[in-house]
């Protein structure tokens, strides 16, 4: 299957507000995670990050990475792309720092609301670059 980056976004998007209006505070934070990944991922295509298509990833391996990690890559696309200066995110900083992919073994009662919500803000702050992005046509 070929990867899509946008389609992923807004899937893990909707998915995670779903789980979070049902009080699945784990799952929807992870998948907060993922949209907030792939969203980045697909802004980082945007801003020139070279792809392997027929590997179907990222060439550099320092892309392929997950939530915890891609904030800084993306930065490092944004602030090279002569278009990347109207895409800075509204949080400072990293909002997934305390989030790993492997927190999926990890038991449900490790998760709260608040840790969601503050998972879904950085979510949102990416879903909103990714839109503005649609709008002004750069993917």
Known sequence: MQADFLDAHFRHWDDAERLLQ???WANADHLYGFAAECGLKRLMLAFGMPYDSAKDRPKNEKDRMHADE???RFES????AMLGAGYVPAI???PFSQWSASLRYAHHSNFDQVRA???RD?????RT???KAQREGLC
Do not use: F, K, P
């Open 22 to 24: 049902a009080q699945r």
């Open 77 to 80: 696309y944004r602030s090279g």
């Open 117 to 119: 919500n503050g998972h």
């Open 70 to 72: 891609v904030w800084a």
């Open 122 to 126: 950085g979510a949102d702050a990416v």
């Open 92 to 94: 400072a900083g990293s």
């Open 129 to 131: 670059l990714v839109l």
